[in-house]
């Protein structure tokens, strides 16, 4: 088995190698406007650093988010061309699972992520593997987390709602590649690739709009 995971639903670009028994390689950089500048190089490097060829791959790995749409279709695209050009499946995972798994929090929990428009993405979990909510999108004024632990960027954006904000601040790769060994070891399906933006898109076809017609 050699998994590529890589994930772009949030500001952070990070793509890792694992092997089914470890990390091999793992890059990860936070800029929200170079999603498609960043990745392919980012690819390049995990692989040159594992000393390992894109057709070695076994499997692809991408976050599916909740996050925007034009950072999120990066990576789903290219996991997509990916799978298609190497003849290997492309799994999907949350990407508030991977944030959970990297989470050194044994109770129960929240993750939440920058929604913009002061929003967060978010959701509870009982523990680093066990989400025990669907992913939402909210004002954090609206939430109630009852001074729960909380990850991710959006738990440090809004300290009044999320008090106790913990590490990690961003998505890693390498803890969404090891959630999937993981988890297809347990004999587990994983989520398809699609994407989970959970708001409509801010481009919308206008409801009056006037039709000309030939004379």
């Known amino acids: 088995m050699l998994l590529l995971a890589l994930d772009t639903a949030t500001p952070a670009v990070t793509v890792a190698l694992h092997d089914g028994t470890s990390v091999l390689a793992?890059?990860?950089?936070?800029?929200?406007?170079?999603?498609?500048?960043?990745?392919?190089?980012?690819?390049?490097?995990?692989?040159?650093?594992?000393?390992?060829?894109?057709?070695?791959?076994?499997?692809?790995?991408v976050g599916v988010g909740p996050g925007p749409y034009t950072g999120l279709r990066v990576g789903l695209m290219t996991a997509d061309t990916f799978g298609l050009a190497l003849g290997v499946p492309v799994h999907g995972l949350c990407t508030l699972d991977g944030l959970a798994y990297a989470a050194a929090i044994d109770g129960p929990f929240v993750v939440a992520t920058d929604a913009r428009r002061k929003e967060v993405y978010w959701a509870r979990y009982a523990d680093p593997r066990t989400r025990v909510t669907e992913p939402a999108v909210d004002r954090p004024g609206e939430l109630d987390v009852?001074?729960?632990?909380?990850?991710?960027?959006?738990?440090?954006?809004?300290?009044?709602?999320?008090?106790?904000?913990?590490?990690?601040e961003h998505v890693s790769a390498a803890a969404l590649a090891s959630l999937a060994v993981e988890r297809l070891a347990a004999g587990e399906e994983l989520e398809p690739p699609r994407p989970l933006y959970l708001r409509r898109p801010d481009a919308q076809v206008p409801k009056n709009y006037k039709v000309v017609t030939p004379k």
Do not use: C, K
């Open 146 to 168: 009852g001074g729960l632990p909380a990850v991710g960027p959006g738990a440090l954006l809004y300290p009044d709602t999320f008090p106790n904000a913990h590490a990690p």
């Open 26 to 61: 793992s890059s990860g950089q936070v800029d929200a406007r170079r999603h498609g500048e960043l990745l392919l190089p980012a690819v390049d490097r995990v692989l040159t650093e594992a000393g390992l060829r894109l057709d070695a791959v076994t499997g692809i790995v």
